[in-house]
């Protein structure tokens, strides 16, 4: 494996982010849309918070009910904020940090993604995920 590999090599640089007047109802239907996880909550290009879909499911209803499900999910949802629900003291890493440390980090960790700023700017998004498809590359 390689040594010293920048986070920039594997990171999503195709971000989906929300901003803190939207609604958890579209929120949602991003991550249902996009197949994923985590999104940066931003305020121009700063990032202010993430929201990942396991903090939804914490507010949701979605187990205990069958059939009218998405109708108590929208009812839930418009009772809370994304500020509401999102964590704010957001850890992030740099470009330039490496794969290593990102994986290091994230394996002594409760959660599973890290977004990339650079300047105060948010310029990617690194998960397991992308950690894991790199490692399955090497081997």
């Not at 958890?24 to 909550?41: D, Y």
Request: no cysteine.
């Amino acid at each position: 494996m390689k040594n010293g590999v920048p986070v920039s090599e594997i990171m999503t640089k195709k971000l989906v982010t929300l901003g803190p007047k939207d609604d958890l109802v579209t929120a949602e239907r991003l991550f249902k849309k996009h197949h994923i996880r985590h999104i940066p909550v931003v305020k121009g290009d700063a990032i202010i918070g993430i929201l990942s879909y396991t903090d939804l499911l914490r507010i949701s209803f979605a187990d205990a009910i069958d059939e009218h499900e998405e109708y108590v999910d929208t009812i839930v949802y418009n009772m809370f904020t994304i500020p509401q629900v999102m964590v704010h003291d957001v850890v992030t890493v740099t470009s330039k940090t490496t794969i290593r440390d990102v994986a290091q980090f994230l394996s002594q960790k409760e959660f599973h993604a890290l977004p990339v700023v650079d300047d105060g700017k948010l310029v990617g998004i690194v998960t397991t995920t992308d950690l894991i498809r790199y490692l399955l590359e090497q081997y």
